[in-house]
């Protein structure tokens, strides 16, 4: 119950007007707050913005979709959120904290503790079995052995894998291997799951699979942004930004 | 199940109200050695060494060689410490001698110097025993070399050793295996005695146990002598027999040589040596001054004279000499095979750069997942460090072995230390450390987007 005091961060909430936010959200708890974001990249002599100036808000219990045709700077907007990078310039809050001056080894608890990421090509540890791969944010956030298991094995049992944990990635399908990678990016019970082009290697069929466990994952609570080029994917979430030029061009709420 | 404990979608699970965890997880990793993490690192360090067999062969290999060179190299040489040590000191640091020329000399003139002073007599030996009141024994001893046959057996330069009285044997710290020494009557009174030591009965014996070699005869330099006793054996050192020699007493050897016969001017042949030993080590030092004084005064020295005409030495003047002049070569020897050692080091240097390159995309994911860069540092650390603590353990079992065949060879005892084992497992340790700390240090410092990108 305390969260809800620290986490909206004072300046944010009043200077991002988000007009297509429904009111029957409004007391929920802003998770993701952007002002003014840059992002300046440094090519030599040439200065090139991958974004200039992007602000908007998330809120706990969203579903949104990011999309925009490549170069659009929706891969760097990705690495903000997903605290991969920070902003050249503006701010960023992720659930009260002010992630954009933060230093490596903070954006790396942050990453740890806020942020669960599930990339298109799943980036599992090859030599590692389900359950180890699912384990491993809670290594790095210092969570004892029999905890750890006790707690990679419900997240398992949640994107239905827990009979195969101890297979190792190449042991298991294309959709099973996301499904690790879901488990893993839930496990440590983070405030935002961020899936970059999610079903972008998978089959249709796995797709639809995939993206009906983010909508389960979503009636659950669980925060969901979803950066893709896909429009039918997009079109799943509930609210849709979509970049062009490194700005937002439209910010619409679909559901 | 995934819902944030504020969800109001869904109620908060009991047991995993996510805030209290996050709490409990955020103070245990600020804790500056994260156990979970560490032993992680270490598993996958085990598991990438499992994976690559070829590349962690080859680079235990290299460590495995720069182990066994170190350790096998101060194996040996503290054998031969221990074996020199041993030799040197049988008489025991109670012992000293006075003699004419002292047994190292280092330049000509000081040989001219020493050659132009009085030979030691047995006035000389006399007046030591009367007057050294803290000396214990005082013994006389002259070494020689001469021929020995006894029937078809012959042998050139056997040691002949002419010592008087019989407490000269207890100096000397030889003891008897068959018969007896001669007694202090028959020596004394130059009887055509001896007591050998063990070779001689090897050599000249061949047939005939050391008893029944007792009331035999040998023929040395020309004159028989029959045997009383024989000598338990000393064994060897750097391959020479300790035991081939034989003991005449110093009257008969007087009779039949005769004494400070000039055979040459570097040969000390029949030199009369002055042996003293004292009661314990610490009176040896007066006793030295009372010889000192004695001998001054017979060699008529005052004061003003800093040679004192003779000299007077401990047993400790070889293992000085010997320590000092071996010193600088174990040195230079340990640094020639630590270079081994170095040139593991970089083997492993190297091996793990492609290690880090390899698992770029790995070193992407564990960051994405929240892994710092202390943590990535420890994982690649710690796999060096398995690698090289394991080429360390194989490293001086290989080296004791080398340093054993090569034992066996020469012929000295051999000491196994446990603190070469720990010196070898933990220098190829901080070989490991050190040969790691770049390509680690390079993989914490990925960017975890290029890192990711990267396949």
Redo the contacts between chains.
């Keep these: 119950m305390t969260e809800a005091t620290i986490a909206t961060p004072p300046a944010t909430t009043s200077v991002v007007a988000n007009s297509n936010l429904p009111s029957a959200d409004g007391h929920r708890q802003v998770l993701i707050a952007m002002h003014n974001l840059w992002k300046t990249y440094d090519m030599g002599a040439e200065k090139v913005h991958a974004l200039h100036g992007v602000s908007f808000e998330v809120r706990r219990g969203e579903y949104v979709a990011i999309t925009g045709p490549s170069g659009s700077g929706k891969s760097t907007l990705m690495n903000l959120i997903g605290c991969l990078d920070t902003p050249s310039q503006g701010e960023y809050w992720l659930n009260g904290k002010n992630v954009s001056e933060m230093d490596d080894d903070e954006l790396a608890r942050i990453r740890n503790q806020e942020v669960g990421f599930v990339f298109q090509t799943f980036n599992l540890l090859a030599r590692a079995t389900a359950l180890h791969n699912v384990e491993l944010p809670l290594i790095y956030g210092g969570v004892p052995g029999t905890k750890r298991h006790e707690m990679a094995k419900q997240a398992l049992t949640e994107v239905d894998l827990v009979d195969r944990m101890m297979h190792r990635p190449n042991e298991l399908s294309g959709g099973q291997r996301q499904r690790v990678a879901i488990a893993r990016a839930l496990v440590n019970r983070p405030s935002i799951l961020l899936a970059d082009e999610p079903t972008g290697a998978l089959d249709t069929a796995t797709s639809y699979e995939i993206m009906n466990l983010f909508e389960k994952l979503h009636e659950e609570g669980n925060t969901i942004i979803l950066v893709t080029h896909e429009h039918d994917i997009a079109a799943r979430a509930h609210r849709v930004i979509s970049i062009r030029d490194g700005l937002i061009e439209k910010d619409e709420q679909i559901k | 199940?995934?819902?944030?404990?504020?969800?109001?979608?869904?109620p908060p699970l009991e047991g995993?109200a996510?805030?209290s965890?996050?709490l409990s997880?955020?103070l245990?990793?600020l804790?500056f050695f994260?156990i979970?993490?560490i032993w992680?690192a270490f598993l996958v360090a085990l598991?990438?060494l499992r994976?690559n067999k070829l590349r962690t062969g080859l680079t235990l290999i290299g460590i495995i060689v720069g182990v066994t060179a170190v350790i096998a190299v101060v194996t040996i040489i503290k054998g031969l410490d221990q074996t020199v040590a041993q030799t040197f000191s049988s008489q025991g640091s109670t012992v000293f001698t006075v003699s004419k020329r002292p047994r190292v000399i280092t330049s000509r003139e000081d040989f001219i110097k020493y050659n132009k002073r009085k030979d030691i007599t047995e006035d000389d030996a006399q007046a030591i025993f009367r007057l050294c009141t803290a000396c214990w024994r005082t013994g006389i001893a002259a070494n020689d070399g001469v021929s020995v046959k006894r029937g078809n057996q012959k042998a050139d330069a056997v040691a002949i050793r002419a010592i008087a009285p019989t407490a000269m044997f207890d100096i000397d710290a030889v003891s008897i295996d068959a018969g007896r020494f001669w007694s202090e009557t028959e020596g004394n009174s130059g009887q055509e005695v001896c007591v050998v030591g063990s070779d001689i009965i090897t050599n000249f014996f061949p047939y005939e146990t050391a008893e029944q070699a007792i009331g035999q005869d040998v023929w040395a330099g020309g004159h028989r002598y029959r045997i009383v006793g024989v000598l338990q054996p000393l064994g060897k050192i750097f391959g020479v027999s300790r035991d081939e020699r034989i003991f005449l007493p110093f009257a008969t050897y007087k009779k039949d040589f005769g004494l400070n016969v000039a055979r040459g001017a570097f040969n000390t042949s029949g030199a009369l040596v002055v042996f003293v030993q004292t009661q314990s080590a610490d009176q040896l030092e007066a006793a030295e001054d009372q010889v000192r004084a004695v001998m001054r005064n017979r060699r008529g020295k005052t004061f003003k004279d800093e040679d004192d005409g003779f000299a007077l030495e401990t047993e400790d003047v070889f293992l000085n000499l010997y320590s000092s002049a071996t010193s600088n070569i174990y040195i230079v020897t340990i640094g020639v095979a630590a270079i081994s050692l170095v040139v593991g080091g970089i083997v492993v240097m190297n091996i793990m750069l492609v290690s880090v390159t390899e698992r770029t995309?790995?070193i992407?994911?564990?960051?994405?997942?929240?892994?710092?860069?202390?943590?990535i540092m420890t994982q690649f650390l710690i796999e060096a460090v398995v690698v090289t603590a394991i080429g360390g353990a194989f490293g001086v079992l290989t080296g004791f072995g080398t340093a054993w065949l090569i034992a066996l060879a020469i012929g000295f005892p051999l000491l196994f230390s446990i603190w070469s084992a720990v010196l070898g497992v933990g220098v190829s340790s901080i070989v490991g450390v050190i040969s790691g700390l770049w390509p680690a240090w390079r993989a914490a410092r990925l960017d975890?987007?290029e890192a990711?990108r990267a396949e």
């Design positions: 199940m995934f819902a944030r404990g504020e969800s109001q979608l869904n995993h996510g805030k965890l996050t997880a955020r245990r990793s804790r994260r979970a993490a992680e598991g990438s994976q995309k790995e992407g994911i564990r960051k994405a997942v929240g892994a710092r860069r202390q943590d975890p987007i990711l």
